[in-house]
């Protein structure tokens, strides 16, 4: 092999290496990219899990409001007792976990 034949070898192992590394940092880019899209989706999953389960405890309360009310005005008025016996029972079970 001569010197010539060995140069135009290792210029084109130069070119392919260059290509492989530019292909590598895209890659590295769209990875980054994909990991920031799922770290903002797993934390609005986090955020709809909230909202969900608070909306499903207010809707609980609600159809406990009405089934212990006998007018519609009373509603109310027992959503907001249950509201406080609720608060009440955590303070409870805060306390006990805390000793």
Do not use: H, W
Not at 3 to 14: D, G
Not at 91 to 99: A, E, H, P, R, V
């Amino acid at each position: 092999m001569t010197a010539t034949e060995l140069q135009e070898r290792l210029e084109r192992i130069v070119g392919k290496s260059t290509v492989l590394v530019e292909k590598y940092r895209q890659l590295r880019a769209k990875l980054q990219s994909a990991e920031e899209r799922v770290a903002a989706l797993e934390r609005e999953n986090e955020q709809l899990k909230a909202e969900l389960e608070r909306a499903q405890r207010e809707s609980f309360y609600l159809r406990t409001a009405r089934t212990l009310a006998t007018t519609p005005e009373q509603v109310s008025d027992v959503r907001l007792m249950i509201n406080r016996l609720v608060r009440d029972i955590d303070k409870c079970i805060k306390q006990l976990n805390t000793q």
